[in-house]
């Protein structure tokens, strides 16, 4: 057990609805990142926050959307879901060098 | 910018075997280096790590790594398969500032009886 939660672990939905996944970093861990794993991409880094503040960009779609909350745990919103957004999404925070990922939730658009 | 390449998709060992996964890195910075492993509908667990210390580091399960600066890569190996450790294994890089991590196309590990 890392010790990152996510919720929820599967999600099914349609094409564009909106969906908003949620994460709970390590106890005192200050940043939160998102990835995204899909067949076509594999892991990618998508959006950093630090403190409630962004950090940092990766691959990260317009459609998508994060922020981090004053207790530190983040939600990420997606958008007029595609079917190609069909993919495990994790979550990790971090501590000094080592990142510590969630089990993730495995989103699936039909 | 900085990014790694597993060689090999799919990697079949004997039980017993050695295992070694291979990686390579670019980076212009020294990097740090990582090793992952993703067992089947689960999260991703953190095998070693590479942080400009020892160039042999050694992790959980019996795994280790040598970063070889010379040949840019930082290969996994085990020097005895188990059963247990079939799983896909992904090499990473941290770069930036915010220390986001870059992985490789990560490689499935079969382990034969």
């Known amino acids: 057990d890392s010790g990152v939660t996510q919720t929820p672990k599967h999600l099914i939905t349609a094409t564009g609805q909106r969906v908003t996944l949620r994460c709970s970093p390590r106890?005192?861990?200050?940043?939160v990142y998102w990835y995204q794993q899909s067949l076509d991409q594999g892991l990618q880094f998508l959006i950093q926050?630090?403190?409630?503040?962004?950090?940092a960009k990766g691959n990260i779609l317009e459609r998508f959307s994060a922020q981090q909350f004053p207790d530190l745990h983040s939600e990420l919103n997606l958008s007029s879901l595609e079917l190609g957004d069909s993919a495990l999404y994790f979550c990790?925070?971090?501590?000094?060098?080592?990142?510590?990922f969630g089990p993730g939730t495995r989103l699936t658009v039909l | 910018a900085q990014s790694v390449t597993q060689l090999g998709s799919h990697v079949s060992v004997s039980e017993g075997a050695l295992v070694l996964l291979r990686c390579n890195y670019s980076?212009?910075?020294?990097?740090?280096l990582f090793w992952y492993v993703q067992y089947p509908n689960q999260g991703l667990q953190l095998l070693l790590k590479?942080?400009?210390?020892?160039?042999l580091v050694k992790g959980i399960n019996g795994f280790e790594a040598e970063f070889k600066k010379s040949e840019t890569s930082f290969h996994l190996t085990k020097p005895s398969a188990h059963m247990s450790d079939a799983a896909e294994y992904f090499c990473?890089?941290?770069?930036?500032?915010?220390?986001?991590?870059?992985f490789g196309s990560g490689t499935q590990l079969t382990v034969l009886p």
């Open positions: 926050y630090y403190n409630g503040e962004e950090r």
């Open positions: 990473a890089v941290s770069g930036g500032s915010a220390r986001q991590l870059t």
């Open positions: 106890s005192g861990d200050l940043s």
């Open positions: 590479y942080t400009s210390a020892a160039t």
């Open positions: 990790a925070s971090s501590a000094g060098d080592r990142t510590f």
């Open positions: 980076s212009s910075v020294p990097p740090y």
